[in-house]
């Protein structure tokens, strides 16, 4: 065995697709770390485990025609503190977990089989003890890289590193089942310096959905200095997402040179009164999308998640501010083309007490689809389906746009209904 790489089968590992092998990586990786840190070597073949707990200094290296096939037995997904949709609880370890690690990879050119059928039948019939394992997901960590790999079939969120700084993912093959519940593809949440590029992302919800934890997180901890760039998003509920988990506040994210087909929704905003947070200085620019319910949403009256439904979420009279209101500002998007769009070309509902503000569209082309189907752009209580519309803005202060096209759509290019007025350059 090469000095500082690791061979699972050398520890007893079978590839048969059959024999289960979590001891067997579990002493692999305990070797590993006892030397200081390498390389957890999975050659070709399939190997069934249980969840894959990594150490500092460990870089887990499948090669080209390995698969690791995650079990069903939830005996083997031990019970750790983590987050669950942006609140601190108890949840199965995910099939490759960590916390409090540093210099932590998965790598290579083989695949990650989350066989989520299982779980996802599970949650349907309301059985699961405790929260589903996600893919990949590292707590507290340092120094992170996820690149190479194809993501398939993930118990629920495929990638969610949780509180952790520089954080690479590169170059990956997401696929989960466009009918599978919860499956994102990418969720950075509340962490700092993250760069996701060069991956293929089709999932049975948002494709990359930044987060910060809600209301109910004790510890607030933004997720800032986000950049996203060369990724194409096929299906799932939204291309990138922020929010609607924001209240440790989202910053200083770039989303560039993107190609989003079939998703619902294009760039999509989201929050309600009582998360508190700011959302601010977000950048889009250079994105080609086809096929989209709506390319641009930013909504302050999301009603999806416990106590949506509250009358106080829905009323659209004025709230006093507290430090549970949100606030969305400084949000920029920039050349970029969006075909076949069924519902409106943009949808912006600020919260009545705190107007969406600072807010810009720049040679900006909406063409809409005109066999277009009526349909929701956004969730919210109230909202009825539309098609072909323009720009829908409510609650808005301070927005531009220049050199916006919008063509096949019925009705104004834009329907303002209060705030001060944009400044308007639509041809």
């Given at each position: 065995?090469?000095?500082?790489?690791?061979?699972?089968?050398?520890?007893?590992?079978?590839?048969?697709?059959?024999?289960?092998?979590?001891?067997?990586?579990?002493?692999?990786?305990?070797?590993?770390?006892?030397?200081?840190?390498?390389?957890?070597?999975?050659?070709?073949?399939?190997?069934?485990?249980?969840?894959?707990?990594?150490?500092?200094?460990?870089?887990?290296?499948?090669?080209?025609?390995?698969?690791?096939?995650?079990?069903?037995?939830?005996?083997?997904?031990?019970?750790?503190?983590?987050?669950?949709?942006?609140?601190?609880?108890?949840?199965?370890?995910?099939?490759?977990?960590?916390?409090?690690?540093?210099?932590?990879?998965?790598?290579?050119?083989?695949?990650?089989?989350?066989?989520?059928?299982?779980?996802?039948?599970?949650?349907?019939?309301?059985?699961?003890?405790?929260?589903?394992?996600?893919?990949?997901?590292?707590?507290?960590?340092?120094?992170?890289?996820?690149?190479?790999?194809?993501?398939?079939?993930?118990?629920?969120?495929?990638?969610?590193?949780?509180?952790?700084?520089?954080?690479?993912?590169?170059?990956?093959?997401?696929?989960?089942?466009a009918d599978s519940p919860n499956t994102?593809?990418?969720?950075?949440?509340?962490?700092?310096?993250?760069?996701?590029?060069?991956?293929?992302?089709?999932?049975?919800?948002?494709?990359?959905?930044?987060?910060?934890?809600?209301e109910d997180t004790a510890e607030r901890?933004?997720?800032?200095?986000?950049?996203?760039?060369?990724?194409?998003?096929?299906?799932?509920?939204?291309?990138?997402?922020?929010?609607?988990?924001?209240?440790?506040?989202?910053?200083?994210?770039?989303?560039?040179?993107?190609?989003?087909?079939?998703?619902?929704?294009?760039?999509?905003?989201?929050?309600?009164?009582?998360?508190?947070?700011?959302?601010?200085?977000?950048?889009?620019?250079?994105?080609?999308?086809?096929?989209?319910i709506c390319p641009f949403i930013i909504?302050?009256?999301?009603?999806?998640?416990?106590?949506?439904?509250?009358?106080?979420?829905?009323?659209?009279?004025?709230?006093?501010?507290?430090?549970?209101?949100?606030?969305?500002?400084?949000?920029?998007?920039?050349?970029?083309?969006?075909?076949?769009?069924?519902?409106?070309?943009?949808?912006?509902?600020?919260?009545?007490?705190?107007?969406?503000?600072?807010?810009?569209?720049?040679?900006?082309?909406?063409?809409?689809?005109?066999?277009?189907?009526?349909?929701?752009?956004?969730?919210?209580?109230?909202?009825?389906?539309?098609?072909?519309?323009?720009?829908?803005?409510?609650?808005?202060?301070?927005?531009?746009?220049?050199?916006?096209?919008?063509?096949?759509?019925?009705?104004?290019?834009?329907?303002?209904?209060?705030?001060?007025?944009?400044?308007?350059?639509?041809?």
């Amino acid at each position: 065995m090469m000095s500082g790489v690791y061979n699972i089968k050398q520890f007893g590992a079978v590839n048969d697709g059959e024999t289960l092998n979590t001891e067997a990586v579990s002493s692999a990786i305990d070797a590993c770390a006892a030397a200081g840190g390498g390389t957890v070597y999975v050659p070709a073949g399939t190997f069934l485990t249980g969840a894959v707990i990594l150490k500092s200094n460990i870089n887990l290296y499948l090669e080209a025609g390995a698969v690791l096939s995650f079990c069903h037995d939830v005996k083997e997904y031990p019970v750790v503190e983590s987050r669950w949709e942006g609140v601190k609880r108890e949840v199965y370890a995910s099939c490759i977990y960590a916390e409090n690690a540093e210099n932590i990879s998965v790598t290579g050119h083989g695949t990650l089989d989350g066989n989520g059928g299982f779980w996802w039948a599970l949650v349907r019939r309301g059985e699961n003890e405790y929260p589903r394992p996600k893919l990949v997901s590292f707590h507290s960590c340092k120094r992170v890289l996820i690149s190479g790999v194809k993501m398939v079939n993930s118990p629920s969120w495929t990638v969610n590193p949780i509180c952790c700084e520089d954080v690479t993912v590169h170059n990956l093959s997401i696929l989960n089942p466009a009918d599978s519940p919860n499956t994102d593809g990418i969720d950075p949440e509340s962490c700092r310096n993250v760069r996701i590029s060069d991956c293929h992302i089709d999932v049975g919800d948002d494709c990359i959905a930044i987060k910060s934890g809600t209301e109910d997180t004790a510890e607030r901890v933004p997720c800032e200095n986000i950049t996203i760039t060369n990724c194409t998003m096929i299906h799932g509920h939204g291309a990138v997402v922020l929010g609607s988990e924001m209240s440790g506040d989202i910053r200083n994210v770039t989303v560039s040179n993107c190609v989003f087909e079939g998703t619902d929704r294009g760039i999509r905003l989201k929050s309600r009164r009582g998360r508190g947070g700011v959302v601010e200085d977000i950048r889009v620019t250079n994105i080609v999308m086809k096929k989209v319910i709506c390319p641009f949403i930013i909504n302050l009256y999301y009603h999806c998640g416990p106590r949506g439904n509250d009358p106080y979420v829905s009323d659209k009279n004025p709230y006093p501010i507290t430090a549970e209101t949100p606030a969305f500002r400084r949000v920029h998007f920039s050349h970029i083309t969006a075909r076949q769009v069924s519902a409106a070309a943009g949808f912006i509902y600020g919260l009545a007490e705190r107007f969406v503000e600072d807010i810009t569209f720049d040679h900006v082309s909406v063409a809409m689809d005109q066999d277009a189907e009526a349909a929701l752009p956004a969730m919210m209580a109230g909202l009825e389906p539309m098609k072909q519309r323009g720009f829908y803005c409510a609650n808005v202060k301070n927005i531009q746009f220049n050199h916006v096209t919008i063509t096949n759509h019925e009705g104004p290019d834009v329907v303002w209904d209060g705030g001060t007025g944009p400044a308007s350059q639509l041809e």
